[in-house]
């Protein structure tokens, strides 16, 4: 497997000397992904309607027009799923986006007992037939060449860091639905938890692959990893449980990058207060997009340190929720100034919370993309 290598400009070397806790002047910007049309035209720079005929192309455009210095889940046709105002309405429902019927390899999920089912004869084989069969080389070789395949496709502006490839437990609710897994979270813990131990068991042998290619492939040493586990109110499930059956397993498949100097920070939706001493205690290094309306409180969340105490890698981001669609002008330019003013010293990317929907007011998105620049020339200046 040879090393990842590429001539970094400048945008792409600040982002990466951020990642590596070095002091900056200036402060990089994260990726940020309008998913109205005409949005991404305009900051792209081209005609109307450029982007539905050519959307990768003009998606590319758009960054690099706004000067994105870190980009890590590479989605360019992600937006043609929607319109102008929402998510197509003859797109296929799934379990959690309601499917009148779930069918899952004949088996009907219309109870807990009926989830519990399908793990035995269908989940559980199948994932121990991919625990005996894994081939770690194979896997080594299939990161590397997609995550510089990816970084071609950039350019030396955007420097591509790590996403969907570092594997963990996750909650299967987006296979059963919500009702009917969590209602076999509650009465069956024991096959939920022989889920999430399968799980890391593969898991452990994937993030073994991954730090070889960090190792050998000299990847940027960042990866974020994304799992919905809260809503507004807070977790899916009690804390309490996912100590007892979800954490354990978590931290032991994570263990090998964990002990590496590889950055992992968790994508924050909902209310995730109660998980994040935990992940830091696991030994996350940061996090990434904050729902400050849902009682995530990040000026204390960045005045916190790792375990070994160093200071935290935030991508902190303006409200998607709030300030942006909702807000002025200058309740975006005081925002951006509340977060660089509140995060760590170093560590620190500016972008969007998450996904930028329709129906924002274009002035917010100047305004936002005007601030990003702004602090990845001047810095706190």
Same mark, same amino acid.
């Given at each position: 497997?040879?090393?990842?290598?590429?001539?970094?400009?400048?945008?792409?070397?600040?982002?990466?000397?951020?990642?590596?806790?070095?002091?900056?002047?200036?402060?990089?910007?994260?990726?940020?992904?309008?998913?109205?049309?005409?949005?991404?035209?305009?900051?792209?720079?081209?005609?109307?309607?450029?982007?539905?005929?050519?959307?990768?192309?003009?998606?590319?455009?758009?960054?690099?027009?706004?000067?994105?210095?870190?980009?890590?889940?590479?989605?360019?046709?992600?937006?043609?799923?929607?319109?102008?105002?929402?998510?197509?309405?003859?797109?296929?429902?799934?379990?959690?986006?309601?499917?009148?019927?779930?069918?899952?390899?004949?088996?009907?999920?219309?109870?807990?007992?009926?989830?519990?089912?399908?793990?035995?004869?269908?989940?559980?084989?199948?994932?121990?037939?991919?625990?005996?069969?894994?081939?770690?080389?194979?896997?080594?070789?299939?990161?590397?060449?997609?995550?510089?395949?990816?970084?071609?496709?950039?350019?030396?502006?955007?420097?591509?860091?790590?996403?969907?490839?570092?594997?963990?437990?996750? #909650?299967?609710? =987006?296979?059963?639905?919500?009702?009917?897994? $969590?209602?076999?979270? /509650?009465?069956?813990? @024991?096959?939920?938890? *022989?889920?999430?131990?399968?799980?890391?068991?593969?898991?452990?042998?994937?993030?073994?692959?991954?730090?070889?290619?960090?190792?050998?492939?000299?990847?940027?040493?960042?990866?974020?990893?994304?799992?919905?586990?809260?809503?507004?109110?807070?977790? #899916?499930?009690? =804390?309490?449980?996912?100590?007892?059956?979800? $954490?354990?397993?978590? /931290?032991?498949?994570? @263990?090998?990058?964990? *002990?590496?100097?590889?950055?992992?920070?968790?994508?924050?939706?909902?209310?995730?207060?109660?998980?994040?001493?935990?992940?830091?205690?696991?030994?996350?290094?940061?996090?990434?997009?904050?729902?400050?309306?849902?009682?995530?409180?990040?000026?204390?969340?960045?005045?916190?340190?790792?375990?070994?105490?160093?200071?935290?890698?935030?991508? /902190?981001?303006?409200?998607?929720?709030?300030?942006?669609?909702?807000?002025?002008?200058?309740?975006?330019?005081?925002?951006?100034?509340?977060?660089?003013?509140?995060?760590?010293?170093?560590?620190?990317?500016?972008?969007?919370?998450?996904?930028?929907?329709?129906?924002?007011?274009?002035?917010?998105?100047?305004?936002?993309?005007?601030?990003?620049?702004?602090?990845?020339?001047?810095?706190? /200046?």
């Amino acid at each position: 497997m040879s090393a990842f290598t590429f001539n970094l400009a400048e945008p792409a070397q600040l982002a990466l000397a951020t990642i590596h806790g070095k002091s900056t002047k200036g402060i990089p910007s994260w990726v940020i992904h309008p998913m109205e049309h005409d949005v991404i035209d305009k900051l792209a720079g081209v005609q109307p309607g450029t982007y539905r005929r050519a959307p990768e192309a003009t998606y590319l455009q758009m960054q690099r027009n706004i000067k994105t210095c870190l980009l890590d889940q590479y989605i360019p046709t992600n937006p043609l799923s929607m319109g102008d105002s929402s998510y197509d309405d003859e797109s296929e429902h799934t379990a959690t986006t309601g499917a009148e019927e779930i069918m899952l390899d004949g088996i009907r999920i219309d109870s807990p007992e009926a989830v519990v089912e399908h793990m035995e004869k269908f989940v559980f084989p199948s994932l121990r037939k991919a625990i005996r069969e894994f081939d770690e080389n194979k896997r080594a070789i299939e990161i590397i060449e997609s995550e510089r395949q990816t970084q071609k496709t950039l350019g030396p502006a955007i420097l591509k860091s790590g996403y969907g490839f570092i594997q963990f437990p996750h #909650l299967a609710y =987006i296979a059963y639905g919500y009702e009917n897994y $969590f209602l076999a979270y /509650a009465l069956y813990p @024991e096959i939920i938890e *022989k889920h999430f131990s399968l799980q890391a068991d593969l898991a452990l042998l994937n993030n073994r692959a991954a730090l070889r290619v960090y190792k050998k492939g000299n990847l940027p040493p960042l990866c974020r990893l994304d799992h919905d586990m809260a809503d507004s109110r807070g977790t #899916l499930v009690d =804390i309490k449980s996912l100590d007892k059956i979800w $954490f354990p397993h978590f /931290a032991r498949c994570l @263990e090998p990058l964990l *002990k590496s100097d590889v950055k992992l920070i968790w994508h924050c939706d909902g209310n995730l207060s109660q998980m994040v001493p935990r992940f830091l205690d696991v030994g996350l290094s940061g996090f990434q997009g904050f729902q400050y309306e849902d009682n995530m409180d990040y000026e204390k969340i960045c005045s916190m340190k790792t375990r070994h105490g160093n200071s935290l890698l935030i991508i /902190a981001g303006v409200s998607v929720t709030r300030t942006l669609p909702h807000g002025r002008t200058d309740d975006v330019k005081r925002e951006m100034k509340w977060l660089v003013k509140n995060g760590p010293k170093t560590g620190l990317f500016l972008g969007c919370s998450s996904t930028i929907t329709p129906g924002v007011p274009w002035e917010n998105i100047q305004t936002l993309i005007e601030g990003l620049k702004y602090y990845m020339e001047h810095g706190r /200046a």
